[in-house]
T-cell receptor, first 113, second 113 residues
Framework: GESVGLHLPTLSVQEGDNSIINCAYSNSASDYFIWYKQESGKGPQFIIDIRSNMDKRQGQRVTVLLNKTVKHLSLQIAATQPGDSAVYFCAENSGTGRRALTFGSGTRLQVQP | DGGITQSPKYLFRKEGQNVTLSCEQNLNHDAMYWYRQDPGQGLRLIYYSQIVNDFQKGDIAEGYSVSREKKESFPLTVTSAQKNPTAFYLC????????????FGEGSWLTVV
């Protein structure tokens, strides 16, 4: 069925390096994508989103890239800090039928000092 | 403070009991959602509501019930029919009905004893 998933379950990076978290989606009708950060025992926090009519969007230290040709989404975090350690989820909305986000399984980012 | 309030934070349920998780938002958001998260897993949609007195099933609605009598409130009842209810439950809301950017509460932990 249609789904959103992630390539890497755990990503370990050195403090100060750039991080790239990847996400594959299979629903070609998806027109909205979003990244969340979840710290242990807390609710997910919005990071950045992008619509399907864009291929790149930048925020503060974060960039989301969308490649519709291969149905791939990535989150880039510049100068990764210890506070970035968390689980990151991508989610998508097809924009038709069910009007709710479908989440991937998450990637744990570990920042080594 | 504006936000989404879930209560209780921790709840224990005996076998065969129904329990209700509260979710209140003072953001004047139109839509509200309930997701379930199992340890080390992503979020799965239980129910969502785009307007008062209306709600739709998500992917795992069996064993759960909801109501939306007021715009600011969307309680979730975990019934005895839900055979494996131990999980982290997340309530969310969004400003419109499109189901795009949603904001989460801090979650409720439910454990069956």
């Amino acid at each position: 069925g249609e789904s959103v998933g992630l390539h890497l379950p755990t990503l370990s990076v050195q403090e100060g390096d750039n991080s790239i978290i990847n996400c594959a989606y299979s629903n070609s009708a998806s027109d909205y994508f979003i990244w969340y950060k979840q710290e242990s025992g807390k609710g997910p926090q919005f990071i950045i989103d992008i619509r399907s009519n864009m291929d790149k969007r930048q925020g503060q230290r974060v960039t989301v890239l969308l490649n519709k040709t291969v149905k791939h989404l990535s989150l880039q975090i510049a100068a990764t800090q210890p506070g970035d350690s968390a689980v990151y989820f991508c989610a998508e909305n097809s924009g038709t039928g069910r009007r709710a986000l479908t989440f991937g399984s998450g990637t744990r980012l570990q920042v080594q000092p | 403070d504006g936000g989404i309030t879930q209560s209780p934070k921790y709840l224990f349920r005996k076998e065969g009991q129904n329990v209700t998780l509260s979710c209140e938002q003072n953001l004047n958001h139109d839509a509200m959602y309930w997701y379930r998260q199992d340890p080390g897993q992503g979020l799965r949609l239980i129910y969502y509501s785009q307007i008062v007195n209306d709600f739709q099933k998500g992917d795992i609605a069996e064993g759960y019930s909801v109501s939306r009598e007021k715009k600011e409130s969307f309680p979730l009842t975990v019934t005895s029919a839900q055979k494996n209810p131990t999980a982290f439950y997340l309530c969310a809301s969004s400003i419109g009905q499109a189901g795009n950017t949603i904001y989460f509460g801090e979650g409720s932990w439910l454990t069956v004893v």
